[in-house]
C-alpha cells in the first residue's frame, strides 16, 4: 500500500509560482512511477506531468509544458511540481498518484494511488 500527501497549494497571481510536494509512504518510494493531475471546478480531470515506466522521461500535458517542471527525490520518498509563470486557468485542485500498471503516464486509469488533493488558485 502507498500513502500519498500533497502540499503546497495556495493563492497566487497571475504570473507567479507555486511548488507543490506529494509525500510517499508505504512500498518503496522508486517502485512506482509518479504523476501529477488537475481537476478544475465543472471539469474531468486532467493530466498535467509525470513519468515513464523507467522514471527516467517526464511528460507534459501541452497546457503546463514549458512552465511546469515534474521532479523527485527517492532518498526523501517526494515528488514535485514546480509551477511558474501561472495563469489564471491553473486554477484547480492538484493531485499526485502513483501507478504499478506500465503504459501511458497521461491516463489516469493507470494510476492505483491518489492523494486527497491542494487547492491552487491563480488569481487574475
Known amino acids: 500500500q502507498v500513502q500519498l500527501v500533497e502540499s503546497g497549494g495556495g493563492l497566487v497571481q497571475a504570473g507567479g509560482s507555486l511548488s507543490l510536494s506529494c509525500a510517499a509512504s508505504?512500498?518503496?518510494?522508486?517502485?512506482?512511477?509518479m504523476g501529477w493531475f488537475r481537476q478544475a471546478p465543472g471539469k474531468e480531470r486532467e493530466f498535467v506531468a509525470g513519468?515513464?515506466?523507467?522514471?527516467?522521461?517526464?511528460y507534459y500535458a501541452d497546457s503546463v509544458k514549458g512552465r511546469f517542471t515534474i521532479s523527485k527525490d527517492n532518498a526523501k520518498n517526494t515528488v514535485y511540481l514546480q509551477m511558474n509563470s501561472l495563469k489564471p486557468e491553473d486554477t484547480a485542485v492538484y493531485y499526485c498518484?502513483?501507478?504499478?500498471?506500465?503504459?501511458?503516464?497521461?491516463?489516469?486509469?493507470?494510476?492505483?494511488?491518489w492523494g486527497q488533493g491542494t487547492q491552487v488558485t491563480v488569481s487574475s
Open positions: 498518484a502513483a501507478r504499478k500498471t506500465r503504459g501511458t503516464p497521461k491516463d489516469e486509469a493507470n494510476y492505483d494511488y
Open positions: 508505504g512500498r518503496t518510494f522508486s517502485s512506482y512511477p
Open positions: 513519468f515513464s515506466w523507467s522514471g527516467s522521461i517526464t
